[in-house]
């Protein structure tokens, strides 16, 4: 079942965020380096009341963050909707390790894709790491276009794919 997080449950995805860096870059996957997302970053998340958690038998095995939030870099690109549309923007969407590869990403970004569209967004825009051919692969197999390319404050060294699914 899709939630919204509580605040009770910080430090459970706090550390479902570590495991999932960890996991990545064990696998030469970068994207998040450690310390990111750090605790700070998810409690704020969640006080917004924009993180979503997947919890199966009390367990939190996945949890995406949904939002209005786009990085500055963002207004460099040229996007399928014009500057007024509402986008809800997807963000730290992660899955524990041992729960990887069971459709839980799919469920979420479904998940996703409903509420967007029951909240009347006109798309859904995110990044995923240049690097991590998986989600590219993936989002572009959901039929999300690939917009362009922007460099994020936090990661100058890798540039970061664009996508967005008009709803």
């Known amino acids: 079942m899709v939630r919204k997080a509580k605040i009770s449950e910080i430090d459970d995805l706090t550390n479902l965020v570590k495991q999932c860096g960890a996991h990545m870059r064990a696998n030469g996957i970068?994207?998040?380096?450690?310390?990111?997302?750090n605790r700070e970053i998810i409690e704020e998340d969640v006080r917004d009341e924009s993180?979503?958690?997947?919890?199966?038998?009390?367990i939190i095995k996945s949890m995406v963050v949904l939002n209005e939030k786009q990085d500055p870099e963002y207004q460099?690109?040229?996007?399928?909707?014009?500057?007024?549309?509402?986008?809800?923007?997807?963000?730290?969407?992660?899955t524990l390790p041992e729960y990887q590869g069971q459709g839980l990403g799919s469920i979420m970004m479904e998940f996703a894709e409903k509420l967007a569209t029951e909240k009347g967004y006109d798309s859904i825009r995110l990044d995923t790491f240049s690097q991590n051919?998986?989600?590219?692969?993936?989002?572009?197999?959901?039929?999300?276009?690939?917009?362009?390319?922007?460099?994020?404050?936090?990661?100058?060294?890798?540039?970061?794919?664009c996508f967005e699914k008009i709803l």
């Open 76 to 94: 460099e690109l040229n996007w399928l909707t014009s500057k007024d549309s509402k986008n809800l923007v997807v963000h730290r969407l992660a």
């Open 51 to 58: 993180v979503y958690v997947l919890e199966e038998d009390g």
């Open 133 to 161: 051919q998986g989600n590219i692969s993936y989002y572009k197999k959901r039929d999300y276009i690939e917009i362009g390319n922007v460099n994020l404050k936090y990661r100058k060294d890798y540039h970061y794919i």
């Open 30 to 37: 970068v994207q998040w380096l450690e310390g990111y997302p």
